[in-house]
């Protein structure tokens, strides 16, 4: 099984806006300790917290903007098909008032809250969640709670990446949080000397793992069986105007992700664990087989009698070189340009089509980074970022595309026939993809941005994608 992709439609209703929390009036003018809302405002009431789950006890707080008012307030929750499924009359005191309510209501969405003083009726908005979420893995269901005022899309245990991957969307406000249980049976993070260790979190807008950035989050609650994370949602309204959102938890050693590691590597091979992610014990080295790509855990001894005698290789790069051939290897390995060569050249070119990047690349911190990698071109303007490429030796760093798709299957050879490509030389090639230098210009590296990017043929030296970041 390979890393799940999940394509996200989202339909993004603009111009709507919730208000959270307390309603924000002007601020008092000088001299003035007491004031009131704009002219027509007779009541506000909003709740203590922005989401809650089944059974959470939900706090209104409201007040009063009339003199000498001692009438009943009535509070109406309106449920997400616009239905009135409670109405309460709450006692004024001193010009505020407050209930309590459970969230026990049947429905997951948007939840109105409705009070009405006079001509006057103040709406606030929470979001609440009926049920956990429930995904399988390995054959058995988790439950796992979670609660946002963004809309969860899905979740699943990634097996090569050792990580729960989970995606939202409509995360258009700022100050959300997207808070989560997360089941120690499927996945827990400890320090070496066996005790909790902080999970690792990245966050990205539907990209590759590469761009994904470390999310800000924290630990609020951990029992025997779970632990909860409150992970906070980045406010981007011009790149990510429907708020479709990433997230792949980690933890702090991959032994505690959602694998099965004490199980033998063959038995993880087989369940769709890639070969990269499968450890073997201290003293053990893996191998993989010829025959099948199965992998295989046996005493360094053993590993280079078998490697020696055709019956394995020790890393995936060496599937690329074993079946390269030397003199075409050694002249295409000559023909790629430096990064720093692609840098020059993204910058001429930046230069020559007059571009205006969303960063000032004068200031201290902007930096350049560079990766070396096999992508594909998709129109009108896409990409899929494919396999990373070792600058030192021009061969794949992994074993089949991220995308799944092994073009070892139509030819073992495809990767030799890609150099023939490039080098001129008559060639049986089965792919379209280009080798490239990934240019990227970045002014922090925890903050999540379209960040200016460029691809430049590694071969030709040729800028094949241009992205100004806006």
Request: glycine content about 6%; aromatic content about 12%.
């Amino acid at each position: 099984m390979k890393t799940l992709h999940l394509s996200i439609i989202v339909i993004f209703i603009s111009g709507l806006l919730f208000v959270i929390s307390n309603p924000v009036f002007a601020p008092c003018l000088v001299g003035v300790t007491k004031c009131g809302p704009p002219p027509g405002v007779t009541v506000v009431a909003s709740t203590d917290s922005q989401f809650y789950e089944k059974n959470d006890t939900i706090n209104i707080q409201g007040r009063i903007y009339l003199q000498n008012y001692t009438k009943l307030v009535t509070i109406q929750v309106i449920n997400p098909n616009n239905t009135t499924i409670q109405s309460i009359d709450v006692p004024v005191t001193n010009d505020t008032f407050g209930t309590k309510i459970v969230a026990n209501f049947d429905k997951t969405g948007l939840y109105h809250l409705v009070t009405c003083v006079q001509d006057w009726c103040d709406r606030s908005y929470f979001k609440f969640v009926s049920e956990p979420y429930t995904t399988t893995f390995n054959g058995k269901d988790f439950v796992i709670k979670y609660k946002s005022f963004a809309d969860l899309v899905g979740m699943e245990a990634d097996v090569n990446s050792q990580a729960l991957r989970v995606h939202i969307a409509n995360a258009t406000a700022q100050g959300l949080q997207f808070v989560i249980g997360l089941p120690r049976e499927l996945i827990d993070s400890k320090g070496y000397d066996g005790k909790d260790a902080s999970f690792r979190v990245l966050v990205g807008m539907d990209q590759p793992d590469k761009y994904m950035q470390p999310a800000n989050f924290t630990e609020i609650a951990s029992s025997y069986y779970s632990r909860t994370l409150a992970i906070h949602i980045p406010y981007e309204p011009v790149p990510n105007s429907a708020g479709v959102w990433d997230f792949k938890i980690m933890p702090a050693d991959v032994n505690f992700g959602p694998s099965a590691s004490a199980e033998p590597p063959l038995k993880l091979f087989k369940l769709g664990m890639a070969v990269t992610d499968i450890k073997c014990k201290q003293d053990f080295q893996l191998v993989i087989k010829s025959e099948d790509n199965s992998p295989a855990c046996v005493k360094l001894q053993t590993a280079e009698k078998l490697v020696a005698r055709g019956w394995g290789y020790k890393s995936l790069s060496d599937i690329y070189t074993r079946n390269a051939d030397p003199n075409i290897l050694s002249q295409f390995q000559s023909e790629i340009i430096s990064s720093q060569k692609a840098i020059q050249i993204v910058q001429d070119y930046i230069k020559e089509k007059n571009l205006t990047l969303s960063l000032n690349t004068n200031q201290n911190n902007v930096r350049i980074v560079t990766s070396l990698g096999y992508v594909q071109i998709l129109p009108p303007n896409g990409y899929s970022y494919l396999l990373n490429v070792d600058p030192k030796t021009g061969l794949p760093l992994e074993e089949t595309p991220f995308n799944g798709t092994d073009y070892r299957y139509k030819n073992p050879q495809w990767w030799i026939e890609l150099e023939k490509s490039y080098l001129g030389i008559a060639s049986n090639r089965t792919e379209d993809g280009n080798v490239v230098w990934d240019v990227v210009y970045t002014n922090c590296s925890s903050c999540i941005s379209n960040n200016p990017s460029f691809f430049v043929d590694a071969i030709t030296g040729k800028v094949i994608r241009a992205y100004t970041g806006y």
